[in-house]
């Protein structure tokens, strides 16, 4: 009888907790700062339709980077908590701080169990008041770990370069022009070389204090980041993941003779595969032997029977 192993629970902490830093890593950062009347959201996000900056309730707002379909869960059971506390008791016993430590819970419990992989996320939950001291902005971590950040924050990415940019850089009391560009511009900093990313890469939102309507959150659009940001010179593309330059990542035309011990070999002898692996158009071309492709043979028509009447199937 085979012993099981034993791993210290130490070290079972430490795993879980690279797995989950490694998946946040390789996403895109997102930055919050503060400004004179609420708080900024900006992060690189070519997609229109996956947010990872969302609104939660009047003056709530989440943002999260990881994996999206563990952070679009979170975010959906904190609307449902939000809109049943608000509904059961009063819109103003929805707070940002109840919201971070209900979030906290759950991201604590799935990280110290061991029946499931801890979430690969990484949340903020921000939170305007009437003036800006009593604006609040929580982080949370994929372990449930809460923390109170102040002027800015960034998570995801290359967070440490966003962040160090940020320090250089920020001010107390910036208008919301002066805020989007000071996170854009740290969005695209590198220790080698700087990026100008398109407006249409970035999704940007705020919550604006000045707003007369209860619902504070709002989106501010590629046209309007435009005017916004100015003339920044000509576009950066974003680098490709390291695995996406990796020899074999996309399927080849294979061009040699078959191999019958290779199980992605796609030609058969001198007979050319039926359709191109990879435009999944029909192939065109002549066999390897040069001679031009015949038809089948058909069997000859049968004499029908005397009498005249069809012949029958069988």
């Known amino acids: 009888m085979s012993m099981p192993y034993y791993v210290s629970p130490e070290q079972l902490m430490k795993d879980r907790a690279d797995f989950a830093r490694k998946g946040i890593a390789r996403g895109r950062s997102v930055v919050v700062v503060q400004f004179a009347d609420g ?14 900056v ?3 309730y009047d003056r709530i707002a989440f943002a999260a980077v990881g994996r999206y379909n563990e952070f679009e869960n979170l975010r959906i059971a904190g609307v449902r908590l939000a809109d049943m506390r608000g509904y059961a008791y009063d819109r103003r016993d929805v707070t940002g701080r109840g919201l971070a430590n209900a979030y906290a819970q759950t991201l604590g419990t799935i990280f110290s169990s061991g029946g499931e992989k801890p979430y690969e996320v990484e949340l903020f939950v921000a939170e305007i008041g009437d003036e800006a001291a009593d604006d609040q902005i929580y982080r949370l971590t994929y372990d449930g770990q809460v923390a109170d950040e102040h002027g800015y924050a960034v998570m995801g990415g290359a967070a440490d370069q966003v962040a160090s940019y940020l320090k ?9 022009d002066e805020a989007i560009k000071l996170a854009v511009s740290a969005l695209g900093h590198s220790d080698t070389d700087d990026r ?4 249409d890469h970035l999704e940007v939102a705020v919550l604006d204090r000045t707003r007369t309507q209860p619902r504070k959150f709002r989106r501010i659009r590629p046209e309007a980041l435009d005017g916004i940001l100015g ?31 290779d199980p992605t070999d796609t030609v058969s002898g001198s007979t050319p595969p ?22 089948p043979p058909t069997a000859p028509p049968t004499p029908p029977a005397p009498g005249g009447e069809p012949p029958i199937a069988p």
Do not use: C, M, W
Request: aromatic share 2%; charged share 20%; no cysteine.
């Open 168 to 176: 250089g850089n920020y001010a107390d009391g910036a208008s919301l």
């Open 54 to 56: 969302s609104e939660i």
């Open 231 to 261: 003339e920044r010179g000509p576009e950066t593309p974003d680098e490709p993941e390291a695995e996406d330059t990796q020899a074999g990542a996309a399927p080849t035309v294979p061009t040699g003779p078959d191999n019958p011990t």
């Open 274 to 295: 039926l359709e191109d692996p990879v435009t999944g158009e029909p192939a065109s071309g002549e066999p390897a032997s040069g001679e031009p492709p015949t038809a």
């Open 196 to 199: 100008v990313i398109a407006a």
């Open 39 to 52: 708080v900024l959201f900006v992060s690189e996000n070519p997609s229109q339709a996956l947010h990872k």
